[in-house]
């Protein structure tokens, strides 16, 4: 059975940080690309940052400068560091899993919340 368990969301002032961690079970976690996404109320999921097997990352532009991913094979986790918040990027959070052969593995976590607020 394959979890993705986040952790690490809560409330934050602007400016201030936070660092989410996904960790993975039930998958060879090394052969996944691995991304974080964003779901703000009334809005649709969007992608923040991932980061593939060989470590090459890609980030939203929003985000670019400020929110860094990395992934730790050995631990199974993949991390978002989140930088100088802005209450634009609360939102709930949400880990992906992804692997494409001839068919697609796609996982998701069940999301961790980012308030931004003073």
């Known amino acids: 059975q394959v979890q993705l368990v986040e952790s690490g969301g809560g409330l934050v002032q602007p400016g201030g940080s936070l660092r989410l961690s996904c960790s993975a079970s039930?998958?060879?976690?090394?052969?996944?690309?691995m991304g974080w996404y964003r779901q703000a109320p009334g809005k649709q999921r969007e992608l923040v940052a991932t980061?593939?097997?060989?470590?090459?990352?890609n980030y939203a532009d929003s985000v670019k400068g400020r929110f860094t991913i990395s992934r730790d094979n050995a631990k199974n986790t993949v991390y978002l560091q989140m930088n100088s918040l802005k209450p634009e990027d609360t939102a709930v959070y949400y880990c992906?899993?992804?692997?494409?052969?001839?068919?697609?593995?796609?996982?998701w976590g069940q999301g961790t919340q980012v308030t931004v607020s003073s």
């Open positions: 980061i593939s097997t060989g470590g090459r990352t």
């Open positions: 039930g998958i060879t976690f090394s052969n996944y690309g």
């Open positions: 992906n899993a992804v692997l494409r052969l001839l068919e697609i593995y796609n996982y």
